[in-house]
């Protein structure tokens, strides 16, 4: 079990990178440190098709931003992702973008921009 749980660690450090750093808040001694994570959505994709790759949490998150279906959210997410009735909403509001012939347009219009952008970062403090 315990090789397992570091078996995942390692995989989810393929596609998460994280750094550091500290910085003082007004001239008070007060030292804030924020970290920045990045999720590389690529590289949990296909990592998420390789089968002899344990499918972590992280891996099945990443690989949602890349998903071409519904369907394919829908088994990503699984059971445990999400409460049934947050999965269930999540879905229709995806499916309910989908239909949306503006949105849709302006998804057109802007989507090379993104192309390469196949990370997300998130802040934390």
Same mark, same amino acid.
């Given at each position: 079990? /315990? ?5 995942? $660690?390692?995989? %989810?450090?393929? !596609? &998460?990178? $994280?750094?550091?750093?500290? +910085?003082?808040?007004?001239? %008070? ?6 970290? !920045? !994570?990045?999720? %590389?959505?690529?590289?949990? +994709? @296909?990592?998420?098709?390789? %089968? ?6 992280? &891996? ?11 369907? $394919?959210?829908?088994?990503? #997410?699984?059971?445990? #992702?999400?409460?049934?009735? /947050?999965? @269930?909403? #999540? ?10 012939? @503006? &949105?849709?347009?302006?998804? @057109?219009?802007? /989507? ?7 990370? #997300?970062?998130?802040?934390? $403090?």
């Amino acid at each position: 079990m /315990k090789k397992e749980g570091k078996m995942r $660690e390692e995989i %989810d450090k393929k !596609v &998460l990178s $994280e750094c550091s750093c500290n +910085y003082i808040i007004d001239g %008070d001694n007060k030292v804030k440190t924020i970290k !920045v !994570v990045r999720l %590389d959505f690529d590289k949990c +994709y @296909e990592l998420m098709h390789d %089968d002899s790759i344990p499918k972590t949490n992280v &891996l099945r998150w990443g690989s949602i931003f890349k998903a071409k279906t519904i369907n $394919e959210i829908s088994e990503l #997410l699984g059971d445990d #992702l999400l409460t049934p009735e /947050k999965k @269930e909403k #999540l879905l229709e509001s995806i499916r309910t973008a989908n239909k949306d012939k @503006e &949105l849709l347009a302006a998804w @057109e219009k802007d /989507k090379d921009a993104w192309k390469d952008k196949g990370s #997300l970062y998130i802040s934390i $403090e």
